[in-house]
């Protein structure tokens, strides 16, 4: 079955760590995207990308950074230097076009102390 | 810039009741819409989507969802709710012409809560 992949579902860091996301799509999308989630907020786009090897900044981007090195994978780091990272992270990917919709992974709940 | 708004960020029905959630947008080129429903702590799902082919959008579990321009609204509605609609929806818009980046803006959500 072609889907979206997060691992893992639940993360525990200590505050001052970096702390990688994985997002793994079998999809064949080319856009790929990270999105915030926060109570009461909706989502909020981090990052996305178009192709392999290009990203841009989304509303949100500080403190969180990516890498697209292959169009199955759109990993994301959330650095020491994003004030108020817990929170639940959602990958998405779709084709370009723009009514295309979003296909979403299941989530990582990031939590840190 | 393309913009949503969902009100009322929780809606309570009783099963077998009319479920209407409000999405109203804001966007300066024809809008592409779609409803998502999120269970918790999984990912969204789709629900249905608008796309200009027909303003009455039917979509999955017995959605519908109707487009019209005149109010900017592409309201959410199921004719009897069941327990297994209890989630969150999110209401989003997509804008932009055919090689410009995309963007999709979300809704803040509604949480539907279904009453025995």
């Known amino acids: 079955d072609g889907g979206i992949t997060q691992s893992p579902k639940y993360l525990f860091r200590k505050e001052g760590q970096n702390v990688t996301l994985s997002c793994e799509q079998n999809?064949?999308?080319?856009?790929m995207y990270w999105y915030r989630q926060d109570p009461g907020q909706g989502l909020r786009l981090i990052y996305y990308s178009q192709i392999v090897n290009d990203f841009q900044k989304g509303d949100i981007a500080e403190g969180y950074s990516v890498s697209r090195e292959k169009k199955e994978s759109f990993p994301l780091t959330v650095t020491s230097a994003q004030k108020n990272p817990t929170a639940f992270y959602l990958c998405?990917?779709?084709?370009?076009?723009?009514?295309?919709?979003?296909?979403f992974g299941n989530g990582t709940r990031l939590t840190v102390t | 810039a393309q913009s949503v708004t969902q009100l009322g960020s929780h809606v309570s029905v009783s099963e077998g009741a009319l479920v209407l959630l409000r999405c109203n947008y804001s966007?300066?080129?024809?809008?592409?819409l779609f409803w998502y429903v999120q269970y918790p702590n999984q990912g969204l799902q789709l629900l249905l989507k608008y796309t200009s082919a027909a303003t009455l959008v039917k979509g999955i579990n017995g959605f519908e969802a109707e487009f019209k321009k005149s109010e900017t609204s592409f309201h959410l509605t199921k004719p009897s709710a069941h327990m297994s609609d209890a989630a969150e929806y999110f209401c989003a818009v997509s804008e932009g012409s055919s090689g410009s980046a995309r963007q999709l803006t979300f809704g803040s959500g509604t949480q539907l809560t279904v009453l025995p």
């Open positions: 998405a990917s779709s084709a370009r076009d723009h009514n295309s919709p979003l296909h």
């Open positions: 999809l064949n999308h080319d856009a």
């Open positions: 966007s300066s080129v024809p809008p592409y």
